[in-house]
């Protein structure tokens, strides 16, 4: 009687799981509406953006898809207008660095 008891909260958990399983059938899912993809933000001089952490980020110039940045730490910026894309190149009042990327200037989507 001992041996059986240790087995019934594992039937009874087995059991339990079995009632949660669904059964998937051949559905197809259904797709949304397809979407352009969106225009890349147009940055102008004097533009800044606040963060919590107190970065404040100003567009010094932007020339076709390249925009300059500089913040409040003094640490200059240039990067693409599409921000999902790693800056080209930073520097800051010790050091600098330099990006590359195969992206083309004006992707917009990803």
Same mark, same amino acid.
């Given at each position: 009687?001992?041996q059986k008891?240790?087995?019934?909260?594992l039937?009874?958990?087995?059991?339990?799981?079995?009632?949660?399983?669904?059964v998937?059938e051949?559905?197809?899912?259904?797709?949304?509406?397809k979407?352009?993809?969106?225009e890349?933000?147009?940055?102008?001089?004097?533009?800044?953006?606040?963060?919590?952490?107190?970065?404040?980020? %100003?567009?010094? *110039? $932007?020339?076709g898809?390249? /925009?300059e940045?500089k913040?409040?730490?003094?640490?200059?910026?240039?990067?693409?207008?599409?921000?999902?894309?790693p800056?080209?190149?930073?520097?800051n009042? %010790?050091?600098? *660095? $330099?990006?590359e990327t195969? /992206?083309?200037?004006?992707?917009s989507?990803?």
């Amino acid at each position: 009687m001992i041996q059986k008891q240790r087995w019934l909260p594992l039937i009874t958990a087995l059991l339990t799981l079995t009632g949660c399983q669904t059964v998937l059938e051949n559905k197809t899912q259904t797709e949304g509406p397809k979407l352009l993809p969106a225009e890349l933000p147009s940055y102008t001089a004097g533009e800044f953006f606040k963060f919590d952490k107190g970065i404040v980020n %100003t567009v010094q *110039s $932007k020339s076709g898809n390249i /925009v300059e940045w500089k913040n409040n730490y003094n640490i200059t910026r240039r990067a693409l207008s599409n921000f999902v894309i790693p800056d080209l190149a930073w520097t800051n009042r %010790t050091r600098k *660095s $330099k990006g590359e990327t195969t /992206v083309h200037p004006g992707t917009s989507g990803l």
